[in-house]
T-cell receptor
Framework: GAVVSQHPSRVICKSGTSVKIECRSLDFQATTMFWYRQFPKKSLMLMATSNEGSKATYEQGVEKDKFLINHASLTLSTLTVTSAHPEDSSFYIC?????????????FGQGTRLTVV | GEDVEQSLFLSVREGDSSVINCTYTDSSSTYLYWYKQEPGAGLQLLTYIFSNMDMKQDQRLTVLLNKKDKHLSLRIADTQTGDSAIYFCAESRYSSASKIIFGSGTRLSIRP
């Protein structure tokens, strides 16, 4: 199946710094990618929809200035957590689909565990 | 609104069948999914079912959908230790290329 790669898989950063997480589709082009956040022992919450060449669409309650999304190419979307605080510590995971339409499968990255100290 | 609910834990004996249940509220859900997440790993799509289907079987996995009650279940036959994971029920209105709403996940543990 198609491969989605996230980098880094783990990151520890100090409060107040910014962290960039990359999501790459390795063997297909994705006009749309999705970013999720998973709290401990909780479900995955959709944060935003990343659209190549245009602004991301954020879900209600997600601060767009806090979580900057850039979808610069058909194979790369980045999520930057700006001025990170301990409450931003979480597991972030992205997904991408090869194409729009029916019978498509979303492929998930392996996730990034962010710890803010 | 959109809401997908599942029980948090399930413990079964090795070799028995596991049944994980899920309820959803969005009547316009078109696709219903079951994902598996192993510790420290991403998500693996196990199976999905269209809302116009009642049942889908794939080897040890059987998905049952009661659209009237908005109830979805996943049955794993002959549960093995490798089945230990968190299982997420999810739904979307169109295709997986669209917005997917996840349940809270059910942690399946296998006892000898």
């Amino acid at each position: 199946g198609a491969v989605v790669s996230q980098h880094p898989s783990r990151v520890i950063c100090k409060s107040g710094t910014s962290v960039k997480i990359e999501c790459r589709s390795l063997d297909f082009q994705a006009t749309t990618m999705f970013w999720y956040r998973q709290f401990p022992k909780k479900s995955l919450m959709l944060m935003a929809t990343s659209n190549e060449g245009s602004k991301a669409t954020y879900e209600q309650g997600v601060e767009k200035d806090k979580f900057l999304i850039n979808h610069a190419s058909l194979t790369l979307s980045t999520l930057t957590v700006t001025s990170a605080h301990p409450e931003d510590s979480s597991f972030y995971i992205c997904s991408a689909s090869p194409q729009e339409g029916l019978n498509t499968e979303a492929f998930f990255g392996q996730g990034t565990r962010l710890t803010v100290v | 609104g959109e809401d997908v609910e599942q029980s948090l834990f399930l413990s079964v004996r090795e070799g028995d069948s596991s049944v994980i249940n899920c309820t959803y509220t969005d009547s316009s859900s078109t696709y219903l999914y079951w994902y598996k997440q192993e510790p420290g790993a991403g998500l693996q799509l196990l199976t999905y079912i269209f809302s116009n289907m009642d049942m889908k079987q794939d080897q040890r996995l059987t998905v049952l959908l009661n659209k009237k009650d908005k109830h979805l279940s996943l049955r794993i036959a002959d549960t093995q230790t490798g089945d230990s994971a968190i299982y997420f029920c999810a739904e979307s209105r169109y295709s997986s290329a669209s917005k997917i709403i996840f349940g809270s996940g059910t942690r399946l543990s296998i006892r000898p």
